[in-house]
């Protein structure tokens, strides 16, 4: 690569990384600018009749019309979607059926008989597209003794890169949280409903979040905590099964049923929710203090 080429590949990732396109989503390049000549729809394979009757019918059938959009011709055949070029269609990694990938979860969740077990079970799961786009496994952070145990939605980039729960600006807004009510993480155990970083930090979708909730549920087993405190709706969802907003939810006790016993759970603002709405810090100071006084019960 020439020097001048090697500066423009590097100011190109720059402009990547600062607009946030951090994730791999293909092994080989696919220069999408590239010039494929004359007729670039050409260049798509199409069955021969769709290509015949796209170059043949396009300027016939729509008017060239306002704005140079193309309008539809009344009566003419509705426009054609365009195959996709097969080099720019990027490879699913999704190993298995959503079905099966949740029955394999809770399976494999079932088997662990430890939190070392269910963290190596994790490691080796492929049931879980998000694990090919993460870096890597973040399972959780603190004591797996504490007697609270916080569960969050999804990593973040920090987390991704930390392989650690709550890090970054969040995680830092927890830690003050937790120290509000004397606690650290020598004393309370963190985790998050998906154990991999959604590319983009996107929401995790509902068939991930099904896939990944046998392992929660047994990591919750696992660590018996007396109180859970779910960080935000969605993981108030998808452990207590409550779908009401967070406001409503929040600072109200529901029972959790471990697998073996029931033990008290309190939803809670997510600390990103409160880095952007700081005025709720004084509802979520409330919600400490009923889980510090659970504590001290
Ligand atoms: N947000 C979460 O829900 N979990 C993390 O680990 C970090 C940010």
Redesign the pocket.
Known sequence: MTPDRARAARELLAFYLETGVESLVGEAPVDRLADRGEDAAAAVPQPPALADRARSAAPASGFAARNGETLARPGAPPPQTPLRDPAAVIPSPAPMPPDSAVMAAREAARSARSLDELRAILERFEGCALKFMAKQL?FADGNPEARVMFV?????RE?DLAGL??V?R??QLLDRMLAAIGLDRTRAYIA?IIPWRPPGNRDPSVQETQICLPFIQRQIELVDPDVLVC??KPSTAALLGVNDGIKRTRGRWFSYHTGTREIRAMPTY?P?FLLRSPLEKRQAWRDLLAIKKALAE
């Open positions: 973040v969050g939605e999804a990593p973040g987390e729960p709550f970054g969040s995680g998050n960080l935000g997510h990103a």
